[in-house]
């Protein structure tokens, strides 16, 4: 279902930051539009960005997001979409191949991308596009350049970025990461930035960093079609950090960072629970300020391609990799829960496609669509043919979003969590670290979801409890209904365990009671 246009919104272009406003300087006649250049892809990921936490999405009414908004109005914004884990490496490796990850068994964190999986970057560079990579990767652990998942063995021509799910946003030196062991900058990811396969030294905010790059890698490939995937750790962990500047004028303290003593683990749980929500001090306006500095970013990055004149013919896609997070004051509002689990706060995402004169503009589309019809879609628009050599799991956008076919691009949608099942942890202490740990989760992280239509079947691994919900009702999920339509939710776990049987391969599967 597509809605009628909506009107041009009032935090528009009209009050862009002043620099995306200055005349442009560039040598026109070196710039002018070619029409049968095939078109530049930019696909924009941000970091547990709350379903709320974007302006035209309604959520709520201290988020102030002009260039995001003006992105949507140019494009198809997605009321409902979808990704495949309410975490961020799985989700990534989905939208990178339109395949299920579980299919090479990734449930979890710790993910891996095996050369055998084919990326989009891989099917684009064979397509004659210069492909490049800035920001966070994320498809499996911190194995460097020789590892499956380093971006320039997945089809990236250019790389500049930190691997990992964590991106410290200041301490960007091989220095600051001396001073912990290798596991815990990493987990942290305090050091310096690959720049291809080297490691360099940078100073400064992450997300200007990843700005200019991006920005220089559009400067470089301006002649060329190009396919730059900018992935932001804005809004992620740990939003406590913000520059000097920034924090004397929000008039805000300095919250410090970890600094080992001995290092051990129970001692970073320690300084993380009293630093993440609900103990970060003004926790809501770090966040917005980060929310804030990835929405000028967008908006430096789109106004390049206008000054460029490559904007007409540049597809845009964004989406974030999962719910915003319970730990950094990210709102999901209307829809219950959060990242990590599977909740609709979990999985549930803004989306965006833009493609000026080619899609339609200002609309919302209502049916239900998944970060896996990423790699079809670019496809179909590309006119690049599919591998023929294994299934896929996403479907062509474009003749639902034109309106060509009044179907549904999908009847169901279906996720594991972290674990099929899992035990009570037993912690007597209701106040130790462990217990505060893991109260920011905010729920059940293990069990499955399906959503078929408007329903929902939410089984949870740990209680091992079935809710239902009608979500065109209920899109808080806050009456379960389960007792009520037995044989809806006996229809939909056997329609579960059909695709789980059919699509994950024996060797993957995971052990779960029904």
């Not at 100073?203 to 470089?220: A, E, H, M, P």
Request: aromatic fraction near 12%.
């Amino acid at each position: 279902m597509i809605r009628d246009k909506l009107p041009i919104s009032s935090l528009g272009m009209g009050i862009l930051i002043p620099s995306l406003l200055a005349a442009s300087c560039i040598n026109r006649s070196q710039d002018q539009d070619d029409s049968s250049k095939k078109p530049n892809v930019l696909l924009i990921v941000s970091d547990d960005q709350g379903y709320g936490d974007f302006g035209i999405y309604d959520g709520v009414k201290d988020v102030h997001t002009p260039h995001l908004d003006q992105l949507a109005e140019n494009g198809t914004r997605f009321s409902n979409a979808y990704v495949t884990m309410s975490i961020c490496s799985p989700s990534r490796c989905a939208i990178l191949t339109g395949r299920h990850q579980q299919r090479w068994g990734v449930f979890n964190y710790g993910s891996s991308l095996p050369r055998k999986e084919i990326t989009l970057v891989e099917q684009l560079q064979k397509a004659g596009y210069n492909t490049g990579m800035v920001g966070k990767s994320h498809y499996g652990g911190y194995g460097g350049p020789d590892s499956p998942e380093f971006p320039l063995n997945h089809g990236f021509d250019f790389f500049f970025g930190k691997e990992g799910g964590t991106l410290d946003y200041l301490r960007h030196t091989q220095k600051d990461r001396e001073i912990y062991s290798e596991r815990m900058a990493n987990h942290l990811g305090v050091g310096p930035f690959y720049k291809n396969d080297t490691l360099v030294d940078k100073q400064g905010y992450s997300t200007d960093l990843i700005t200019q790059k991006s920005v220089s890698f559009i400067n470089r490939n301006r002649q060329d079609p190009f396919f730059l995937m900018v992935s932001f750790n804005e809004v992620h962990l740990f939003t406590h950090q913000l520059p000097e500047n920034a924090l004397d004028s929000l008039n805000l303290n300095h919250v410090s960072d970890w600094y080992p003593d001995n290092g051990t683990w129970d001692q970073y749980l320690k300084w993380y629970v009293n630093t993440v929500k609900p103990n970060t001090p003004e926790g809501r306006k770090r966040y917005l300020y980060h929310l804030n500095k990835l929405d000028q970013a967008v908006g430096k990055i789109v106004h390049r391609l206008q000054e460029l004149k490559l904007r007409e013919n540049t597809i845009i896609f964004y989406i974030s990799d999962n719910g915003g997070s319970p730990r950094t004051y990210a709102i999901n509002k209307p829809l219950r829960g959060n990242k990590y689990i599977l909740e609709e706060g979990g999985i549930r995402v803004p989306f965006v496609i833009s493609w000026p004169g080619n899609i339609p503009e200002g609309k919302i589309y209502d049916n239900m669509v998944s970060a896996l019809d990423i790699f079809p879609t670019l496809h179909s628009m590309l006119d690049i043919e599919m591998p023929s050599d294994r299934p896929y799991d996403g479907t062509n956008l474009m003749p639902y979003i034109n309106g060509d076919n009044k179907g549904k691009p999908h009847e169901s949608l279906y996720w594991t969590g972290f674990s099929m099942n899992s035990k009570k942890p037993d912690i007597h202490d209701p106040q130790s670290v462990q217990a505060r740990y893991l109260r920011t989760f905010h729920g059940e992280r293990s069990g499955w979801a399906i959503r078929h239509h408007n329903w929902k079947l939410r089984y949870l691994g740990q209680s091992k409890k079935l809710r239902l919900y009608n979500l065109e009702k209920d899109i808080d999920e806050t009456n379960d209904l389960s007792e009520k339509y037995p044989q809806k939710v006996d229809s939909l776990k056997s329609r579960f365990f059909t695709w789980y049987e059919n699509t994950i391969p024996k060797k993957h599967q995971k052990k779960f009671e029904q």
